[in-house]
């Protein structure tokens, strides 16, 4: 009976209850939570499912993160699944990727067709240095600011690329599930503040058809981007690069099956890996605290002004074009892509259902890519990081 007992008591022992925290189980709801967003109303379910499953099991069994470590008898102990994973988010390797995918699923054609999209992908970018300055001013060093408003991109590849650049990998956690977390949202902050800034007759406007861009244009593209940008800011070369290196898959026309890897198996492989090591990020202890809370608030303050900023420079550009160009593709200048270009489509239809604005909303959606690289890399210039 005792040898029963003691089995049973072992076997007890060795559950998760007898370890799990008021903490853990409030984080394993919050991951339920982000499961039912993402399954029952489809809010970025790609990102989203592996995020909060990397949740789940990090706050059930937190030594899926262990890092690896040598006992005092000198024997060597391997580190946890999702660390090994996780590491590769800080040496930037996946967040690279993903900007390589990106590139090679995105037609660049309408922002080239109508250049004036950059003023409008960089006007957005203005929430990022706003919330830079905040975040200065909540305490954060001036290293942990940067890395916190680079949210306002609503980019998470640079999120956690610059998080890790920066050496902020203890807030990574909470910068990276605040700023999937806002891309998952994005149809549903952004429309009041558009519908806010513009009148009935401006979110009416219909624009001109887009010019045809040349294949050659297309090709041209991502080389010069390539070498300006990173002339200028050596550092954004492994986002912007591999943007334009998978766009340029894309568009030569004779690596076909180098652009069908890199925006299809590749991609998804990448985003598991990303997601999970992301979800594993956020154990109870590193993001319970006041640090999250500030870093979610900030967020959402950067995307804000970043749509708003869009917005008014669409405005003030269409009084400077005489009605030619509806300020709601302002919006779009943030860098979810191609979503926050499908919610600019979304308002508009909503007031004259005839009018079509995603390509052209495209254009300072994919500007704001590249701008939100550049803010990366400006970030890092200020800061010493190669």
């Given at each position: 009976m005792t040898y029963v007992v003691n089995t049973l008591s072992n076997l007890w022992e060795q559950t998760a209850f007898m370890n799990l925290t008021v903490g853990n189980y409030a984080m394993i709801i919050v991951a339920l939570f982000f499961l039912y967003l993402a399954i029952g109303h489809d809010f970025e379910p790609l990102l989203l499912v592996p995020i909060a499953f990397g949740m789940l099991l990090v706050n059930i069994y937190p030594d899926i993160m262990a890092e690896p470590y040598v006992d005092a008898a000198g024997v060597s102990h391997a580190g946890g699944l999702l660390y090994y994973f996780y590491t590769l988010d800080e040496w930037s390797i996946l967040p690279s990727l993903i900007f390589m995918g990106v590139g090679a699923m995105t037609d660049f054609g309408p922002l080239i067709a109508n250049p004036i999209s950059f003023l409008l992908g960089a006007a957005a970018q203005i929430g990022i240095y706003a919330a830079y300055f905040f975040a200065i001013l909540?305490?954060?060093?001036?290293?942990?600011?940067?890395?916190?408003?680079?949210?306002?991109?609503?980019?998470?590849?640079t999120s956690i690329f610059l998080a890790g650049k920066l050496g902020q990998t203890e807030l990574m956690g909470s910068i990276a599930v605040a700023a999937y977390t806002y891309m998952s949202l994005?149809?549903?902050?952004?429309?009041?503040?558009?519908?806010?800034?513009?009148?009935?007759?401006?979110?009416?406007?219909?624009?001109?058809?887009?010019?045809?861009?040349?294949?050659?244009?297309?090709?041209l593209f991502p080389i010069i981007i390539t070498i300006v940008v990173c002339l200028l800011l050596p550092t954004t070369a492994p986002l912007v690069g591999m943007l334009?290196?998978?766009?340029?898959?894309?568009?030569?026309?004779?690596?076909?099956?180098?652009?069908e890897t890199a925006s299809n198996a590749m991609m998804y492989i990448v985003v598991i890996l990303l997601g999970t090591s992301v979800g594993a990020t956020t154990s109870a202890e590193a993001f319970l605290n006041m640090d999250t809370i500030k870093i979610v608030v900030l967020g959402l303050l950067a995307f804000a002004i970043g749509t708003a900023a869009g917005v008014l420079l669409g405005k003030l550009m269409c009084k400077l074009t005489n009605g030619r160009i509806n300020p709601l593709i302002?919006?779009?200048?943030?860098?979810?892509?191609?979503?926050?270009?499908?919610?600019?489509?979304?308002v508009g239809a909503e007031t004259d259902p005839t009018n079509f604005l995603l390509m052209h909303a495209m254009g300072p959606n994919v500007a704001g890519v590249i701008g939100t690289a550049v803010a990366a890399g400006t970030f890092m210039a200020i800061y010493g990081v190669k």
């Amino acid at each position: 009976m005792t040898y029963v007992v003691n089995t049973l008591s072992n076997l007890w022992e060795q559950t998760a209850f007898m370890n799990l925290t008021v903490g853990n189980y409030a984080m394993i709801i919050v991951a339920l939570f982000f499961l039912y967003l993402a399954i029952g109303h489809d809010f970025e379910p790609l990102l989203l499912v592996p995020i909060a499953f990397g949740m789940l099991l990090v706050n059930i069994y937190p030594d899926i993160m262990a890092e690896p470590y040598v006992d005092a008898a000198g024997v060597s102990h391997a580190g946890g699944l999702l660390y090994y994973f996780y590491t590769l988010d800080e040496w930037s390797i996946l967040p690279s990727l993903i900007f390589m995918g990106v590139g090679a699923m995105t037609d660049f054609g309408p922002l080239i067709a109508n250049p004036i999209s950059f003023l409008l992908g960089a006007a957005a970018q203005i929430g990022i240095y706003a919330a830079y300055f905040f975040a200065i001013l909540l305490g954060f060093n001036g290293k942990a600011a940067a890395a916190i408003s680079i949210i306002g991109g609503a980019d998470g590849p640079t999120s956690i690329f610059l998080a890790g650049k920066l050496g902020q990998t203890e807030l990574m956690g909470s910068i990276a599930v605040a700023a999937y977390t806002y891309m998952s949202l994005v149809p549903i902050i952004q429309p009041p503040i558009m519908k806010a800034l513009t009148t009935k007759e401006e979110r009416s406007i219909k624009m001109q058809q887009l010019r045809p861009v040349s294949k050659l244009e297309k090709i041209l593209f991502p080389i010069i981007i390539t070498i300006v940008v990173c002339l200028l800011l050596p550092t954004t070369a492994p986002l912007v690069g591999m943007l334009m290196l998978g766009n340029l898959f894309r568009e030569c026309g004779v690596v076909k099956q180098l652009q069908e890897t890199a925006s299809n198996a590749m991609m998804y492989i990448v985003v598991i890996l990303l997601g999970t090591s992301v979800g594993a990020t956020t154990s109870a202890e590193a993001f319970l605290n006041m640090d999250t809370i500030k870093i979610v608030v900030l967020g959402l303050l950067a995307f804000a002004i970043g749509t708003a900023a869009g917005v008014l420079l669409g405005k003030l550009m269409c009084k400077l074009t005489n009605g030619r160009i509806n300020p709601l593709i302002g919006s779009a200048g943030v860098s979810a892509v191609p979503m926050a270009a499908r919610v600019s489509q979304k308002v508009g239809a909503e007031t004259d259902p005839t009018n079509f604005l995603l390509m052209h909303a495209m254009g300072p959606n994919v500007a704001g890519v590249i701008g939100t690289a550049v803010a990366a890399g400006t970030f890092m210039a200020i800061y010493g990081v190669k």
